[in-house]
């Protein structure tokens, strides 16, 4: 019986050289694969892959064994959610008609065991962070996309890959001030009524209490790889290997 919820984030599959990639997908597969006997749902909260831009003929070279395990975890009965990030520059409907994920552009508010949940990569979320807000409306732009997909594949994967890295850069390196930050929209989710609050995108794993409801961010795989467990009313970051 499926009765586990699991969650990940933040693995940036492409970031590193070839060997350590190969070694960090091979873990993940492993993984995906050890989910298949008991996962009702699994949440990717963003990243999966250090970039993404989705040609509507043309699929990205790598990451096979990735797409495949998923796509074998969603044959076994489980429910898989994609929570874009902001290294996901365009996803179009590969993941839904070919994997069977569902894609989510915006935060969700699953309730799973009579829990409130509130779910997002954590992108713009934060308040002063003015700058990427509005490098996220350029990025979603819809023409801009169009105009983006008459690209050359071989270009507009390189130019999505620099693009990438100039956006951890920035993340990594912003200064948000102190009392700032993911925590305090946290909180603020947890006032509204939400019971766990989960993110990713700072790269920094986080499990803290406020109030009647949990702030949780399952940290990056570019530091140790990881995964969050709810079962039985009880939620858990796991190392992994």
């Not at 996803?91 to 949940?117: A, L, S």
Request: with cysteine; charged share 30%.
């Amino acid at each position: 019986m499926k009765d586990t919820y699991y969650f990940i984030s933040d693995l940036h599959l492409g970031l590193l050289t070839a060997e350590i990639e190969k070694k960090k997908e091979r873990s993940l597969v492993r993984l995906l694969n050890s989910f298949e006997s008991d996962a009702k749902e699994l949440f990717i909260l963003g990243d999966l892959f250090d970039y993404w831009f989705e040609y509507r003929r043309v699929y990205q070279k790598g990451f096979f064994r990735t797409l495949t395990a998923l796509s074998d975890l969603a044959e076994s009965g489980t429910e898989i959610h994609y929570l874009v990030g902001n290294h996901d520059f365009l996803h179009r409907d590969f993941f839904k008609k070919e994997i069977g994920v569902k894609i989510y552009g915006n935060p969700i508010t699953p309730e799973i065991e009579n829990k409130k949940f509130f779910l997002g990569h954590g992108d713009g979320l934060v308040k002063n962070d003015l700058g990427y807000k509005i490098l996220k409306k350029i990025l979603r732009n819809k023409f801009l996309q169009k105009l983006y997909s008459l690209l050359h594949p071989d270009f507009g994967i390189w130019l999505a890959s620099s693009t990438s890295k100039t956006s951890r850069n920035y993340t990594k390196e912003k200064d948000y001030g102190e009392g700032d930050g993911l925590f305090e929209t946290a909180k603020i989710k947890i006032d509204e009524g939400s019971d766990y609050v989960l993110f990713g995108h700072a790269h920094q794993r986080v499990f803290k209490e406020y109030k009647h409801g949990y702030y949780i961010n399952l940290g990056t795989w570019l530091d140790k790889p990881c995964y969050g467990k709810f079962k039985d009313n009880k939620f858990e970051i796991l190392d992994w290997e």
